[in-house]
């Protein structure tokens, strides 16, 4: 059996169109939703994150903001720079790259942002909203996940899901969307002691970990969809997720390819968040 792809790229275009419609809607009631994004510092990895977000809002007519910041800004004066995106009318979503610098604590600056404008969703108040069932933004990667599944018509209820990586960015929030749609939910990490174990009797596999072939052929059931989160370099330096794609779609069901799976999807979602913060406004 040879799975069938899940094109990130593909589905991405469908729902920006869908976003530049709502756009154009927007902004004939006097409203262009705007992204700020704050860089600090020169990662390299971080400045490519950021041109690929800037680009998306220009395709979808959203005004944006690129702040580029040097290494040496201090955490006081990005927490000023905060605060002053907060109260721009101009902007209704405010995303900071990360990582930061040492100096800088990341997670202070994140709870800096209002909660209004936490595009990317990692707030502890978008965290909780998640948690709880109640309306906030949902961090745009796992967001992309759930898009994907939705794409393919996959009914989650009573299938049981594993998600591999539990970071606060990616595996919690992913594990959370999941049983939000009734699935059942083992989330895996690097102390769990039998991943093989586990992930034979998903139906679904999300690998979110960041080391190749973490997930194996002879580690999926037939039939499982997989969702490919991980971004790597292979030996040739090219890009790479966590599943070994040659093998795993001999098997599975559905597969995400890495390039052109969930890392378009992330993007997609941040502008579909921005977009619906802006909508909010609108209501207000
Ligand atoms: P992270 O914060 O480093 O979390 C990695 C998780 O993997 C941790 O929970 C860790 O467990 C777990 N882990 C490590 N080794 C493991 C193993 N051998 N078996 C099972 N679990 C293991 O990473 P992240 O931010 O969630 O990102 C994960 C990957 O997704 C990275 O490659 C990142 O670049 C990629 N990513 C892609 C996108 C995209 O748009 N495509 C977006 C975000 C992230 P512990 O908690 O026990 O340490």
């Not at 040496?72 to 990360?98: F, K, P, S, Y």
């Not at 970071?167 to 690097?190: D, E, F, R, W, Y």
């Not at 795993?248 to 992330?266: D, N």
Request: glycine fraction near 8%; charged fraction near 20%.
């Amino acid at each position: 059996m040879t799975a069938q792809l899940i094109d990130g790229n593909a589905l991405s275009r469908q729902l920006r169109a869908d976003v530049t419609a709502r756009v154009t809607a927007l902004k004939a009631n006097g409203i262009t939703p705007g992204l700020a994004v704050v860089l600090v510092g020169e990662n390299a990895a971080s400045q490519v994150y950021v041109r690929n977000k800037v680009k998306a809002c220009e395709d979808t007519g959203m005004h944006s903001v690129l702040e580029r910041w040097p290494a040496t800004m201090t955490e006081a004066e990005l927490l000023a720079r905060v605060d002053a995106l907060n109260a721009d009318t101009t902007i209704h979503g405010i995303l900071v790259q990360l990582p930061l610098p040492a100096h800088i604590d990341a997670q202070k600056v994140i709870e800096a942002i209002s909660p209004a404008k936490d595009v990317d969703g990692f707030h502890i108040a978008s965290a909780g909203a998640l948690m709880t069932g109640m309306p906030g933004f949902w961090p745009c990667t796992p967001y992309g996940c759930m898009k994907m599944l939705e794409s393919i018509g996959y009914e989650l209820k009573g299938k049981h899901a594993v998600v591999i990586g539990r970071s606060n960015i990616v595996g919690k929030p992913m594990a959370l969307m999941l049983l939000q749609q009734n699935a059942t939910v083992t989330i895996c990490h690097s102390a769990t002691k039998d991943l093989k174990a586990m992930t034979l009797q998903a139906d679904v596999i999300v690998a979110a970990v960041g080391k190749r072939n973490v997930l194996t052929a002879d580690m999926v059931k037939a039939g499982a969809v997989v969702l490919d989160v991980g971004m790597n370099r292979n030996d040739e330096g090219k890009l790479c997720g966590d599943v070994d794609f040659e093998g795993v779609k001999q098997v599975a069901g559905w597969i995400t390819p890495v390039p052109g799976g969930v890392g378009p999807m992330t993007i997609t979602m941040l502008m579909v968040n921005t977009l619906e913060s802006a909508e909010r406004t609108e209501r207000r």
